[in-house]
């Protein structure tokens, strides 16, 4: 198979026709910066050969472009029964035809098992291995059903080249055998060498799984059985001994006697709590009287204290009082010299004002004249400021306009789209005859695509009115309308028409910001404190003619309002001093007054205190005291000989309970038995009736059968699997002559990089293992990232080359395989690509256009195509 073109059209970036055409035979470079899409060919390339047309999944989703629309790639080929044309359309009306010499020959499903047969089947084929895609050049990567497709690719060239050297046990007789051995495991056995789900093997295990629950069930249901038995036996001697008539009376009487003793032992403690109750007012009594007692002796003192503490204080009181009235008459006379002296001052003041008020007047007069310009100035750049903060709040800020420019955004996407679905006209013109076509009374373009999404009336001058109607697919969901509608909505909230206006307007509102943050800035520099502040300082700056005439001088008005402030400080002094000495005065005076008070009610309570107590005297109170004492002492004697008599009512209380407690569960026994035994009793039968022992008897042979089965079948699958062993040991023989082609072919390519180098293969992936350089020999995965892109390549060369001396021949596609190899390797590798290509056909995708320059060979190109070229 050679390729010969390659078309795209809404594939990722390419949303119209491209075409790779001057494709070769030989080898030929498409070397093209990051971006031009040269990735997206290779898995265009790839969809249309292993992606069916009905396929939607991630691969064929991610071919499509952001603006939408159906992929579609269509490949022109070469195989020696002629040139055929594959195309393939996704998503939308999906398609695959096949097409000989531009006559149809297979579509939809036929043609999707013409690619296959011509691929050889399977899911890799020849591209398995000969197939580099950017960022995958080493032979073991890619997705896990790339690897197996590559895997199976490399066993079908095994079978082929063996071929030549076939003996008994290699080639594809051995595959035959082998795959014979691995049919009859497999209907035993998974993969995994477990058994097979609905295999004998299984089905053996199941039954010998099933007969051992069975057994275990059956032999938990005799021991059950057995238990039962006892335990009825057990429970039923348990229950005799309870309904004894002789034990019941006997718990009876025990009861009995133990409520007998508790109530005589509670009828002694209420005797011993009533004297307790007589001792506790015996000594209340004590403790009242002698509380009466201390209160006579305290209220007797304290009135006598209170008498002498009342005279005291009236002394005091009357000296304070005449204290007070001297300080009284001080502070007056104080204040009176002390307004006096405060006038004179606000004269002399008032005077050194007026003074100074017409030398600033004769000082200001520049002054005034700078604070006057100020103000207007900065009057001017505030109105200024407040034009322009207004004209700033018209018109859309830079958020709103964000939002409004992702609106505009929104609705062009949505116009691609529809138009990228919708069916479209073309008109191309007779010389003399354009704009004979209007639609919506405008003139119909020529030789450009119109999008009709929801059809179109036609006016053909001198002819009449064509109607196009879209049909059912690619018509407009409403997408359109809703971008405009909101678009349109959010252009009216900022009073606009169009998106250009919302620009101008916002552009409008930015300027006017600008003009007002100059003009704040200028009102900040001529009156940072504010205007209302310059003018307080133009007010305080007199003016001559304001001021009086009639002054003194300012010298003479400074030295009068220091001999005023003098004086008035020093009659301040003497008011403060006159003060304090009233305060202290006041202070003496109220401070006695509340002594006085104080020791008069102190004798007033201690007077009352001593009226409450009546007429009795302290010799009589100690007398009933003395008698209240004896008849305490002989109610606690009383008391005592009581407690020391009393019965253990803790102990009466536990034997009554124990009673109680033996009682009440020999009756809750009685009543958990019964049903207990019923309940056993039933069990037992209805385990005799299923006559358990017989059916555990019959169990036990049929488990001695299954478990014969299985050893049988087990033994079986262990002769099948040694069988495998040896079958693949002796394809690994066969190898050995597969390897030996590989090694001849390769030999040349190795050493136009390393001299005398060789590789080292794996029986079971078909791929080199290591690379034997200088006598020593390199694992694959130590190697540096050039040099194992380097033997993948020449790997591949060398697949290509064997297939196509077995008449396979394939083209060998690498995109970006060569990005870690050095300047002096690269041009060996060029010259490997150029040694290779005599009978092969071999396309190199590159953005390395510097490097891949000195590569040669059949520089191709992409070209774009017209919608209606493609669509003739």
Not at 546 to 552: F, G, H, K, R, T
Request: with cysteine; aromatic share 2%.
């Amino acid at each position: 198979m050679r390729i010969r073109s390659i078309s795209l059209n809404n594939v990722r970036r390419f949303t119209s026709p491209v075409r790779l055409e001057g494709l070769s035979n030989g080898l030929n470079v498409l070397c093209k910066p990051n971006e031009f899409g040269k990735s997206t060919l290779f898995d265009a390339l790839q969809a249309v050969f292993f992606k069916a047309h009905s396929s939607s999944d991630k691969d064929i989703k991610a071919l499509r472009p952001h603006a939408g629309g159906a992929p579609e790639v269509t490949v022109e080929i070469e195989t020696d029964d002629g040139r055929f044309t594959i195309a393939k359309r996704w998503m939308s009306k999906p398609s695959a035809t096949i097409e000989k010499d531009g006559r149809l020959i297979a579509q939809a499903d036929e043609a999707e098992s013409w690619i296959s047969q011509l691929l050889g089947g399977g899911d890799g084929g020849p591209s398995g291995l000969l197939w580099v895609r950017q960022g995958l050049t080493a032979l073991t990567e890619g997705s896990k059903k790339e690897q197996k497709a590559a895997l199976e690719a490399r066993r079908d060239l095994l079978s082929s080249v063996t071929g030549e050297v076939e003996a008994m046990t290699g080639g594809r007789r051995m595959d035959m055998a082998l795959a014979r051995c691995r049919e009859e495991l497999l209907n035993f056995a998974t993969p995994k060498g477990r058994p097979k789900a609905g295999g004998p093997w299984k089905a053996a295990e199941e039954l010998v799984e099933a007969l051992l629950a069975e057994h275990k069930n059956l032999a938990t249901t005799a021991t059950n059985l057995r238990h039962d038995l006892k335990e009825r036996k057990r429970k039923r001697r348990e229950l005799t001994e309870l309904e004894d008539p002789e034990a019941a009376a006997s718990r009876k009487e025990r009861l009995k006697d133990a409520t007998a003793e508790l109530q005589a032992a509670e009828r002694h403690a209420e005797a011993v709590e009533s004297e307790s109750r007589k001792v506790d007012a015996a000594r209340l009594i004590v403790t009242n009287l002698k509380t009466r007692l201390t209160t006579l002796r305290d209220s007797t003192k304290e009135r006598t204290d209170a008498e002498e503490a009342v005279a005291n204080a009236s002394k005091e009181a009357t000296a304070a009082s005449l204290n007070l009235e001297s300080a009284e008459a001080t502070r007056a006379k104080a204040q009176l010299q002390l307004k006096e002296s405060q006038i004179a001052y606000k004269n002399a003041l008032d005077a050194l004002r007026a003074s100074q008020r017409r030398q600033a007047a004769l000082d200001g007069a520049e002054r005034r004249k700078e604070l006057i310009e100020r103000i207007k100035n900065a009057q001017t750049a505030r109105n200024n400021m407040e034009s322009a903060a207004a004209e700033a709040k018209r018109g859309p800020d830079s958020k709103s306009l964000r939002q409004l420019e992702d609106l505009a955004s929104d609705l062009t996407t949505a116009r691609a789209i529809r138009d990228g679905e919708a069916a479209q006209l073309i008109m191309a013109y007779d010389e003399g005859s354009e704009g004979k076509i209007k639609r919506n009374g405008e003139e119909l373009p020529g030789d450009r695509p119109l999008a009709i999404p929801n059809g179109a009336d036609l006016a053909i001058e001198g002819i009449g009115v064509l109607t196009v109607s879209a049909g059912t697919g690619g018509q407009d969901d409403g997408s359109v309308d809703k971008a405009e509608k909101a678009l349109f909505a959010a252009l009216e909230r900022h009073g606009c028409t169009t998106i250009e206006e919302a620009r101008n307007a916002a552009e409008a509102r930015d300027a006017a910001e600008h003009r007002r943050m100059e003009a704040k800035a200028s009102l900040d520099s001529l009156a940072p404190d504010g205007i209302e502040d310059l003018r307080a300082k133009l007010a305080a700056i007199p003016e001559l003619k304001e001021v009086e005439e009639d002054v003194p001088p300012l010298a003479d008005a400074e030295q009068l309002l220091a001999q005023a402030d003098d004086t008035r400080l020093k009659a301040e002094t003497s008011r403060t001093a006159a003060t304090d000495h009233l305060s202290d005065a006041r202070s003496t005076s109220s401070r006695i007054d509340a002594e006085l008070k104080a020791a008069q009610e102190r004798l007033s309570r201690a007077t009352a205190s001593l009226g409450r107590l009546g007429d009795t005297d302290e010799t009589a109170l100690n007398d009933e005291l003395r008698r209240a004492t004896t008849a305490l002492e002989a109610a606690e004697a009383l008391h005592s000989e009581k407690v020391r008599s009393s019965p253990d009512l803790a102990a009466a209380e536990a034997k009554l309970k124990r009673a109680q407690s033996v009682e009440e569960t020999a009756r809750a026994e009685i009543v958990r038995l019964k049903p207990e035994l019923a309940t056993l009793d039933e069990r037992i039968a209805r385990s005799a009736g299923d006559a358990v022992e017989e059916r555990l008897a019959e169990t036990d042979q049929k488990l001695e059968v299954a478990q014969a089965t299985l050893a049988r079948i087990e033994q079986e699958v262990a002769v099948l699997l040694r069988l495998e062993t040896v079958l693949e040991e002796a394809r690994s023989d066969a190898r050995e002559r597969y390897f030996e082609p590989v090694a001849i072919e390769l030999k040349p390519l190795l050493q136009l990089l390393w001299p005398d180098a060789e590789l080292s293969w794996g029986d079971k992936t078909l791929l080199p293992t290591a690379l034997i350089r200088n006598g020593q020999e390199e694992p694959i995965e130590i190697l540096s990232g050039g040099t194992k892109e380097q033997v993948a390549l020449l790997v591949r060369l060398a697949f290509a080359r064997m297939l196509a001396k077995h008449g396979h021949n394939a083209p060998v596609i690498l995109d970006d395989a060569l990005v870690f190899t050095d300047d002096d390797r690269i041009e060996l590798m060029f010259d490997a690509l150029h040694r290779q290509a005599d009978d092969l056909q071999i396309l190199v995708l590159s953005c390395r256009q510097r490097a891949f320059r000195n590569l040669g060979g059949n520089s191709v190109r992409v070209t774009t195509r017209s919608l209606s070229s493609n669509t003739a």
